[in-house]
T-cell receptor, first 116, second 112 residues
């Protein structure tokens, strides 16, 4: 398996533009997570899905952020309109269902977003 | 409520000497605990995990961690540091809801 695949690796956009980040989880994993990492706030959970259904989006900072998972192999995180304070590294992670063993997450390589 | 505290934001060791990265946790449930490593400009890689089996957990690259319930600790150790170990390390606690609570990270510097 190629692991969790995120695209693009780097994104530079102007303030006010729409940004879409993409994630392909590991095949067979039924949990998908979106995290944001900044120097000031560390790693923050934005939203997570179980079997393509959003379970907890309490970490989504504002209505400008939205996430979808139309099928088991694809998820998007969209920011519209983008602002300079959205600049961060966005990670996607996936995981198998909890069986009492705690498999842990597998993270993608991240998307470094810069909003100018 | 769960929480995790990494007691040192920066640790410096000489190559070939032991590494100790400290982590304390708080959890209302029997927790699962993890250590992740992040090399510069890379994603997070799972080093090891504790999930209520053996209290001494061995991970990749010679790292291990010991779960001590009485001390609510899960410290990460390695007998001999290598230059390639220089990275940021995150301690993570998880309960029954799949949500990870990340520590603030410890940046490990290895001196030649």
């Amino acid at each position: 398996d190629a692991g969790v695949i995120q695209s693009p690796r780097h994104e530079v956009t102007e303030m006010g533009q729409e940004v879409t980040l993409r994630c392909k989880p590991i095949s067979g994993h039924d949990y998908l997570f979106w995290y944001r990492q900044t120097m000031m706030r560390g790693l923050e959970l934005l939203i997570y899905f179980n079997n393509n259904v959003p379970i907890d989006d309490s970490g989504m900072p504002e209505d400008r952020f939205s996430a979808k998972m139309p099928n088991a192999s694809f998820s998007t995180l969209k920011i519209q309109p983008s602002e300079p304070r959205d600049s961060a590294v966005y990670f996607c992670a996936s995981s198998l269902a909890w069986t009492g063993g705690g498999y842990g997450y597998t993270f993608g390589s991240g998307t470094r977003l810069t909003v100018v | 409520a769960q929480s995790v505290t990494q007691l040192d934001s920066h640790v410096s060791v000489s190559e070939g000497t032991p590494v100790l990265l400290r982590c304390n946790y708080s959890s209302s449930y029997s927790p699962s605990l993890f250590w992740y490593v992040q090399h510069p400009n890379k994603g997070l890689q799972l080093l090891l995990k504790y999930t209520s089996a053996a209290t001494l957990v061995k991970g990749i690259n010679g790292f291990e961690a010991e779960f001590k319930k009485s001390e609510t600790s899960f410290h990460l150790t390695k007998p001999s540091a290598h230059m390639s170990d220089a990275a940021e390390y995150f301690c993570v606690v998880s309960d029954q809801t799949y949500k990870y609570i990340f520590g603030t990270g410890t940046r490990l510097k290895v001196l030649a």
